[in-house]
């Protein structure tokens, strides 16, 4: 686990990257990891001082399997409410996408066939502009394009922000997933644009290192190229 800022964490333990943040009530999960994260992310948890119990929610910045996986299996322990856009919603409940390149639906078979997804019965849907009881200082934003119901998490005060997959930090180098990974590349490349009219310091992407300082200038670099 790494304290990023007062209240935020990253838990690490998980094929994709997953944040839990206190709140005045509890804790919130911001993704979930893979089908099989569950275990690692509660011992994850419990080593560094948290339980699980105290989990107040779930939020899913979209509906891939790393991301979503694990919900069910942390459930079968805690019962939450799990947050996912209206958009990415059928998916989380197990109806299957059609990936947009023939490399990618190869891909996603094999993913399938490694990590059965086990999708949730209940989701409940937020949007932009609506706020999450557990987390009252934070805003969703929408940032589609990766999938069509993809979210993120802004915390204005601290400059910070959750974004999923609408931007990775692979290998250390902040990237706009490739279009055959983006449902709708031009929306993809409408939410990088939304992402750098935000005033940021730190961006926790869903792959990679989190950025800790001027993320902000980051993100712009990578705008640069799409004008
Ligand atoms: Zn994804
Ligand atoms: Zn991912």
């Keep these: 686990m790494q304290r990023i800022r007062r209240g935020l964490y990253l838990l690490e333990s998980a094929l994709a990257n997953c944040y839990l943040i206190e ?12 089908p099989s994260a569950a275990p690692e992310l509660i011992e994850e948890m419990e ?45 989380v409940k197990g109806r299957r996408e059609t990936p947009p390149s023939l490399g990618l ?41 990766h999938t069509p ?18 931007v990775n930090n692979r290998g250390r180098r902040l990237a706009v997933p490739s279009d055959g990974h983006c449902q709708d590349p031009a929306a993809a490349r409408e939410t990088v644009r939304k992402i750098g009219a935000l005033d940021l310091e730190v961006l926790g992407c869903g792959h990679g290192p989190v950025l800790l300082r001027g993320a902000g200038l980051k993100v712009h670099d990578l705008l640069s190229p799409l004008t």
């Design 149 to 166: 119901g993809s979210i993120g998490l802004f915390q204005p005060a601290e400059r910070v922000l959750l974004c999923g997959d609408a």
């Design 23 to 34: 709140g005045n009530h509890g804790l919130t999960l911001f993704d979930t990891g893979q």
């Design 105 to 145: 639906r190869l891909v996603r078979s094999l993913l399938g066939l490694c990590y059965p997804y086990r999708p949730l019965e209940v989701v409940v849907p937020i949007d932009e502009g609506q706020a999450l009881r557990s987390l009252p200082h934070w805003q969703v934003l929408r940032l589609p394009g």
């Design 47 to 91: 080593r560094n001082g948290f339980s699980l119990q105290d989990l107040e929610a779930i939020v899913l910045s979209h509906a891939h399997f790393d991301h979503a996986g694990g919900a069910r299996g942390l459930l079968e322990h805690h019962r939450v409410k799990v947050f996912a856009h209206p958009a990415d919603i059928p998916a």
